[in-house]
């Protein structure tokens, strides 16, 4: 199974909105509203933001939100804050009911 | 509140087995409410997602390693592990385990802090 595609990088200010990308195929992204996104801070376990494509788990600020349209599925942080400077992952389930990452995006808040 | 915890010997040498255990609180692992994984990040690299079991014995496993993993359950001890045979230094990361609900056992809720598994002579 191939990692699903996510930007290496992004980077935005303070107050800023950014959204980060997941490309899959319809074997996975595409054929299943199980996209998940994890933040993971340098040394620390992921922390699960966004499950289902768009819902938000309890205690995860409203400023995360998550969509798909076709096999890309896409997480937004909006007012964008210091603290939300790591690295972020998408992954999916698969048609041979495995699970699949993407690659991880670091996001730098400038 | 589920928590979990990895434990294990944080070295292995070439070829040999890593063995892993994971220690779930909070929660008991043979309720049918959730799912077990077991998750690996290679230093500096992203996640690459293990295998994952229910409590019953159910397992699946990355095709990539799935010739070399076997997961098991311990309800006895409200544990669960990981076997990970004939390792090479690609197998240096760390290894967290995780817990997902039933419901959708793809999302990863609950997650140990994660050991570092070297593997060198």
């Known amino acids: 199974q191939s990692a699903l595609t996510q930007p290496a990088s992004v980077s935005g200010t303070p107050g800023q909105s950014i959204t980060i990308s997941c490309t899959g195929t319809s074997s996975d992204v595409g054929g299943y509203n199980s996209v998940s996104w994890y933040q993971q801070h340098p040394g620390k376990a992921p922390k699960l933001m966004i499950y289902e494509v768009s819902n938000r788990p309890s205690g995860v600020s409203n400023r995360f939100s998550g969509s798909k349209s076709g096999n890309t599925a896409s997480l937004t942080i909006s007012g964008l804050q210091a603290e939300d400077e790591a690295d972020y992952y998408c992954?999916?389930?698969?048609?041979?009911?495995?699970?699949?990452f993407g690659g991880g995006t670091k996001l730098t808040v400038l | 509140q589920v928590q979990l915890q990895e434990s294990g010997p944080g070295l292995v040498k070439p070829s040999q087995t890593l063995s892993l255990t994971c220690t779930v609180s909070g929660g008991s692992i043979s309720s049918g409410d959730y799912y077990w994984s077991w998750i690996r990040q290679p230093p500096g690299k992203g996640l690459e997602w293990i295998a994952y079991m229910y409590y019953s014995g159910s397992t699946y496993y990355n095709p990539s390693l799935k010739s070399r993993v076997t997961i098991s359950v311990d309800t006895s001890k409200n544990q669960f592990s990981l076997k990970l045979g004939s390792v090479t230094a690609a197998d240096t990361a760390v290894y967290y385990c995780?817990?997902?609900?039933?419901?959708?056992?793809?999302?990863?809720?609950?997650w140990g802090q994660g050991t570092l598994v070297t593997v060198s002579s």
């Open positions: 992954n999916s389930y698969t048609t041979s009911s495995t699970v699949v």
């Open positions: 995780a817990g997902s609900y039933s419901s959708s056992w793809y999302t990863l809720v609950y």
